[in-house]
């Protein structure tokens, strides 16, 4: 009689009546929209939950929760421990716990995603410390770091990135949002620094390129259509990255600032 070929060990997602198992290099993708693996939040539709709101990566030794939404926080809940939020577009590891629940709220209720690492620990080796891209519900927001800050960045880097963060942060012309290229031209050439809008988009590319690849940096890269939109929807993302991970800090804005005399 042949020997039974050992079943690889597996990570166990549950949510609702669903039961989804995950090995070591397999994705989940979870939201409200058709794309996902796992649907949520759509029969009826709740407008709350993002259409895609988060993807669950498996490696050996636990499972990394991306997400996937630029706008709405998850929250992790563990025992033992406090529950912690991942902020959008940030990353975050079950490690160092065997269960956890990620939950959301929306409209109609709170949907959540059971995440049992249990038989990647009893195959695996001992788990990591937890990644240090997460705040504690209710805790300060410098708790929130997202990925670790780059020194390798140019300094010309650098100097797109305050210019694109400093509207939001200290607000600009009256605005407190977001610029456009053509608005970090501007706010570039009140500081001494002749860069063309074409300039800037042409280096922040090269910047989104090189963090989407080298440093596995998620959703800065641009989405399908994206580049027909008249303010690119990856301006925002890579904002907000730059801000929670701290590569771009509030001594640098301020520095950067104070530039324009």
């Keep these: 009689m042949p020997s039974q070929v050992p079943r690889p060990p597996v990570a166990v997602v549950r949510c609702g009546g669903q039961r989804r198992e995950l090995a070591p290099g397999e994705q989940l993708a979870f939201g409200r929209g058709q794309g996902n693996d796992l649907r949520i939040g759509h029969d009826p539709a709740d407008l709350r939950i ?25 929250v992790v809940e563990t025992f033992p421990g406090e529950p912690f939020e991942v902020a959008p577009l940030m990353v975050a590891g079950t490690g160092p716990h065997d269960l956890v629940t990620v939950r959301i709220d929306g409209e109609h209720g709170r949907y959540a995603l059971s995440v049992d690492v249990t038989g990647l620990r009893a195959a695996g080796p001992a788990p990591r410390a937890p990644l240090p891209m997460t705040a504690v519900v209710g805790g300060p927001s410098s708790a929130t770091v997202g990925f670790a800050r780059i020194e390798s960045l140019t300094p010309r880097h650098r100097l797109l990135l305050c210019a694109l963060c400093l509207p939001s942060a200290f607000g600009w012309n009256g605005q407190h949002g977001t610029p456009s290229y053509a608005e ?13 809008a074409k300039t800037v988009r042409n280096v922040l590319d090269d ?34 990255w730059a801000r929670l991970s701290g590569n771009v800090t509030t001594e640098e804005l301020a520095d950067f600032e104070a530039l324009a005399g």
């Design 50 to 74: 993002p259409r895609y709101a988060g993807r669950l990566e498996c490696r050996p030794d636990g499972v990394l929760l991306h997400n996937t939404s630029d706008k709405r926080a998850l």
């Design 184 to 196: 970090m031209e501007q706010i570039l050439a009140e500081r001494g620094h002749r860069t063309s």
């Design 207 to 240: 910047l989104r390129r090189e963090l989407a690849t080298a440093h596995g940096v998620d959703g800065v890269w641009e989405e399908a259509g994206a580049e027909r939109a008249g303010r690119e929807s990856y301006l925002p993302r890579l904002a907000r």
